[in-house]
Nanobody
Framework: QVQLVESGGGSVQTGGSLTLSCAAS????????MAWFRQAPGKEREGVAA???????YYTNSVKGRFTISRDNAKNTLYLQMNSLKPEDTAMYYC????????????????????WGQGTQVTVSS
């Protein structure tokens, strides 16, 4: 059974940094598309960043230049480095993965992802 377990969330002030981790089990992060989504209270879940099987990365406009998605194949873990955090980044952050091996150019759409973690809360105060 595939499990994705996020960690690293917390509370920071504006301009601070956090690194989220997503440890996968029964799933190989290498050669798959994986992504981070977030959901703020009262809002829809939105895609933040994705990485494809060739390690190309994709970001929503609001986080470009501030967030970096990466993975460590040896640790079978996905990361999201978040810098210059803003109050509008406050949300529950979810790690997610697609089923298909070798996918390219993933879109940041909820319906394209099969497996989801339970989420980790990020709170940015002004």
């Amino acid at each position: 059974q595939v499990q994705l377990v996020e960690s690293g969330g917390g509370s920071v002030q504006t301009g601070g940094s956090l690194t989220l981790s997503c440890a996968a089990s029964a799933y190989t992060v290498n050669n798959h598309c994986m992504a981070w989504f977030r959901q703020a209270p009262g809002k829809e879940r939105e895609g933040v960043a994705a990485v494809d099987s060739d390690d190309s990365t994709y970001y929503t406009n609001s986080v470009k230049g501030r967030f970096t998605i990466s993975r460590d194949n040896a640790k079978n873990t996905l990361y999201l480095q978040m810098n210059s955090l803003k109050p509008e980044d406050t949300a529950m952050y979810y790690c997610t993965a697609r089923l298909d091996w070798g996918c390219r150019r993933p879109r940041l759409l909820v319906d394209e992802y099969r497996y989801w973690g339970q989420g980790t809360q990020v709170t940015v105060s002004s």
